[in-house]
């Protein structure tokens, strides 16, 4: 049986191709908003981080209605390193609407998601966005999309999709380029046109697969999914079972049920198949699990996420300067954090160390972790951090297999052959060149995960920051050989104290400083980026030996160069593999893993 009166549908696309910007149009044109409303952009980003970045982190669900239909709408994150919540989601939905820029056309993401919708069958709908940017070229565009359909081995029926331009900035959505842009109207009919009502049996057991975790203070964890067969009601008793786990079966009660309604939820006493649901009170509930009926305990089947690529060390902070200006500082107050993360990032894992002080976090990639990171520092905690490495694996030969990424990489021509360089040094293999529009060039490269790692800035510097780098994980490959990550070593400060400009002045000749006068700095802590390979150690705390009054006042005429503050992923590009970096609420400090230079040098004798 069909549900008529509901739509599920996914917004997918590459990031930054306007899914966000789409679904508040979506919201504001089907009436959530009051006419005199105070609306924020994106407001479906609700995150301080995804706000800040103007990116989407987690998915989202909001609900909107047109002509007596209810529109059930997902807006799924664009980056690769959130990708997890992309495949999950999808099973919740009955068709995508999947957004391409009019401009850039396909990217690697828009690769990746459209595989994952065209292998559960979804059918899809295409909506070429930023037709109004002075460079658009959608035809070209469409006729690109219709290429990756074919390349994806898509059906007839997804071959046959329908094609939108639209314009989500300016709030209007057109069949074709001649039509007059007035609204999303065309966009509203397309959905109820194009994608199927949900399905399911009304008279057999429930059946509910948690497809995403919502985690609430005052309830704990919610778990949301869509109602695939009966009916689920508030007070009903239910199973837990779970298809990658067939010995997981656990009574549990429904205590409270609600539905989306535009950006809210609202309580109801039951409901039907097709609807999307949040459900609490089920205190260990996990994605993947499917709530029945315990007369016919049935798990629906859930694919497993992807694997994580990169890990980290999470360390307690052990520096002289540790616990002055965090709120949890202990291993106990880590561990729980760390584990609390799993309730709802899918694509994480959280492994103990031989050491109770220490853990291993796998992720995504380098921006996964590095929200994770911020998150914690803004909520409180004071930890440290290892350099990021990737996860090997072994064939059967005994082989040993990296991680590897095809990288897509637009410059001007005039950058090329510098990127080229650069990431054929890091063992990247160029497998296209291509010239577009207006004298710039598309590279492909094969590069392994670790290449990549640190390389960021350095392509923003060398762009001059026009250059874009899109990556996507491509499987794994043989071992590529070693990568040398730095070239320039690292200033190191000598003794603990607090820096003064005197000391700055004689260390700003060996290189970039990180820190100003007036810093705290300990033994050990890196202090700025030598011009040279190796690393040296200063005393930035020296002071002038006062002979006479005249020299005492001669301080004043020394200029610093201001010193360079890195961000946070600056500092995780930036520390190498002998290096940690410590982080507070209120300060990144780059470090040593071993601080007493004594010691520090026979480690390092020894690994020579």
């Given at each position: 049986?069909?549900?008529?009166?509901?739509?599920?549908?996914?917004?997918?696309?590459?990031?930054?191709?306007?899914?966000?910007?789409?679904?508040?149009?979506?919201?504001?044109?089907?009436?959530?908003?009051?006419?005199?409303?105070?609306?924020?952009?994106?407001?479906?980003?609700?995150?301080?981080?995804?706000?800040?970045?103007?990116?989407?982190?987690?998915?989202?669900?909001?609900?909107?209605?047109?002509?007596?239909?209810?529109?059930?709408?997902?807006?799924?994150?664009?980056?690769?390193?959130?990708?997890?919540?992309?495949?999950?989601?999808?099973?919740?939905?009955?068709?995508?609407?999947?957004?391409?820029?009019?401009?850039?056309?396909?990217?690697?993401?828009?690769?990746?998601?459209?595989?994952?919708?065209?292998?559960?069958?979804?059918?899809?709908?295409?909506?070429?966005?930023?037709?109004?940017?002075?460079?658009?070229?959608?035809?070209?565009?469409?006729?690109?999309?219709?290429?990756?359909?074919?390349?994806?081995?898509?059906?007839?029926?997804?071959?046959?999709?329908?094609?939108?331009?639209?314009?989500?900035?300016?709030?209007?959505?057109?069949?074709?380029?001649?039509?007059?842009?007035?609204?999303?109207?065309?966009l509203f009919e397309t959905?109820?046109?194009?994608?199927?009502?949900?399905?399911?049996?009304?008279?057999?057991?429930?059946?509910?697969?948690?497809?995403?975790?919502?985690?609430?203070?005052?309830?704990?964890?919610?778990?949301?999914?869509?109602?695939?067969?009966?009916?689920?009601?508030?007070?009903?008793?239910?199973?837990?079972?779970?298809?990658?786990?067939?010995?997981?079966?656990?009574?549990?009660?429904?205590?409270?049920?609600?539905?989306?309604?535009?950006?809210?939820?609202?309580?109801?006493?039951?409901?039907?198949?097709?609807?999307?649901?949040?459900?609490?009170?089920?205190?260990?509930?996990?994605?993947?699990?499917?709530?029945?009926?315990?007369?016919?305990?049935?798990?629906?089947?859930?694919?497993?996420?992807?694997?994580?690529?990169?890990?980290?060390?999470?360390?307690?902070?052990?520096?002289?300067?540790?616990?002055?200006?965090?709120?949890?500082?202990?291993?106990?107050?880590?561990?729980?954090?760390?584990?609390r993360e799993l309730n709802?990032?899918?694509?994480?894992?959280?492994?103990?160390?031989?050491?109770?002080?220490?853990?291993?976090?796998?992720?995504?990639?380098?921006?996964?972790?590095?929200?994770?990171?911020?998150?914690?520092?803004?909520?409180?905690?004071?930890?440290?951090?290892?350099?990021?490495?990737?996860?090997?694996?072994?064939?059967?030969?005994?082989?040993?297999?990296?991680?590897?990424?095809?990288?897509?990489?637009?410059?001007?021509?005039?950058?090329?052959?510098?990127?080229?360089?650069?990431?054929?040094?890091?063992?990247?293999?160029?497998?296209?060149?291509?010239v577009g529009n207006g004298?710039?060039?598309?590279?492909?490269?094969?590069?392994?995960?670790?290449?990549?790692?640190?390389?960021?800035?350095?392509?923003?510097?060398?762009?001059?920051?026009?250059?874009?780098?899109?990556?996507?994980?491509?499987?794994?490959?043989?071992?590529?050989?070693?990568?040398?990550?730095?070239?320039?070593?690292?200033?190191?400060?000598?003794?603990?104290?607090?820096?003064?400009?005197?000391?700055?002045?004689?260390?700003?000749?060996?290189?970039?400083?990180?820190?100003?006068?007036?810093?705290?700095?300990?033994?050990?802590?890196?202090?700025?980026?030598?011009?040279?390979?190796?690393?040296?150690?200063?005393?930035?705390?020296?002071?002038?030996?006062?002979?006479?009054?005249?020299?005492?006042?001669?301080?004043?005429?020394?200029?610093?160069?201001?010193?360079?503050?890195?961000?946070?992923?600056?500092?995780?590009?930036?520390?190498?593999?002998?290096?940690?970096?410590?982080?507070?609420?209120?300060?990144?400090?780059?470090?040593?893993?071993?601080?007493?230079?004594?010691?520090?040098?026979?480690?390092?004798?020894?690994?020579?």
């Amino acid at each position: 049986m069909k549900r008529e009166n509901i739509r599920n549908i996914a917004i997918i696309a590459h990031v930054d191709h306007g899914k966000t910007t789409l679904v508040d149009e979506l919201l504001k044109q089907s009436g959530v908003f009051r006419a005199n409303q105070e609306v924020a952009e994106r407001v479906m980003d609700s995150g301080d981080i995804e706000r800040e970045r103007g990116i989407t982190i987690l998915s989202k669900n909001t609900a909107v209605t047109y002509k007596d239909t209810k529109i059930n709408i997902i807006d799924t994150p664009g980056h690769a390193d959130f990708g997890g919540e992309v495949e999950r989601v999808l099973k919740m939905v009955n068709g995508v609407i999947l957004v391409v820029d009019a401009f850039e056309g396909p990217m690697p993401q828009t690769k990746f998601v459209l595989k994952n919708a065209l292998a559960l069958d979804l059918p899809v709908i295409v909506c070429v966005n930023k037709i109004d940017r002075p460079e658009a070229r959608p035809e070209d565009v469409v006729d690109e999309v219709l290429e990756l359909l074919m390349d994806l081995d898509a059906s007839d029926e997804q071959l046959d999709c329908p094609f939108l331009y639209a314009s989500a900035k300016a709030g209007y959505a057109v069949r074709d380029l001649a039509d007059e842009p007035k609204d999303m109207m065309p966009l509203f009919e397309t959905i109820l046109t194009h994608i199927p009502a949900p399905g399911g049996n009304p008279d057999a057991g429930t059946q509910v697969l948690i497809s995403t975790i919502d985690y609430n203070e005052y309830v704990g964890r919610i778990g949301v999914g869509k109602v695939d067969n009966g009916r689920i009601r508030v007070n009903q008793e239910m199973v837990v079972v779970n298809h990658h786990d067939p010995e997981k079966c656990k009574k549990v009660k429904i205590s409270k049920l609600y539905e989306f309604d535009g950006l809210g939820k609202v309580d109801v006493t039951e409901a039907e198949i097709g609807s999307i649901v949040a459900i609490s009170g089920i205190a260990d509930i996990h994605i993947g699990d499917t709530l029945c009926s315990p007369e016919q305990p049935q798990a629906i089947p859930f694919q497993k996420i992807s694997e994580p690529t990169i890990s980290m060390h999470f360390l307690v902070n052990d520096s002289p300067l540790a616990g002055k200006e965090g709120k949890y500082v202990t291993s106990r107050h880590l561990r729980d954090r760390l584990f609390r993360e799993l309730n709802t990032d899918v694509s994480l894992r959280v492994e103990e160390t031989e050491t109770t002080e220490a853990f291993k976090v796998s992720g995504r990639g380098e921006l996964h972790l590095s929200v994770l990171i911020e998150n914690m520092r803004r909520e409180g905690y004071e930890f440290a951090v290892s350099k990021a490495e990737v996860l090997y694996k072994t064939d059967e030969k005994g082989k040993r297999l990296e991680p590897m990424e095809h990288a897509y990489v637009d410059v001007d021509d005039e950058f090329s052959g510098t990127v080229i360089q650069k990431l054929s040094e890091r063992k990247g293999e160029l497998l296209n060149m291509s010239v577009g529009n207006g004298g710039s060039t598309r590279l492909e490269f094969s590069i392994p995960s670790r290449g990549l790692i640190g390389y960021r800035g350095e392509f923003l510097t060398d762009t001059k920051g026009t250059g874009v780098l899109n990556t996507i994980f491509d499987g794994y490959g043989p071992y590529k050989g070693d990568i040398s990550y730095r070239k320039q070593g690292s200033l190191i400060a000598f003794e603990a104290g607090e820096a003064i400009t005197y000391g700055l002045f004689n260390a700003q000749e060996r290189g970039t400083l990180f820190i100003g006068p007036g810093e705290k700095v300990y033994a050990g802590m890196v202090v700025g980026e030598n011009g040279k390979p190796e690393d040296i150690e200063l005393n930035v705390c020296k002071t002038k030996k006062l002979t006479n009054t005249r020299s005492s006042s001669a301080d004043e005429a020394l200029r610093l160069t201001p010193p360079r503050i890195l961000s946070l992923e600056q500092c995780l590009e930036f520390i190498d593999t002998d290096e940690l970096l410590e982080i507070t609420p209120s300060s990144l400090r780059i470090r040593k893993k071993i601080l007493d230079p004594t010691l520090r040098k026979r480690a390092g004798l020894n690994s020579k």
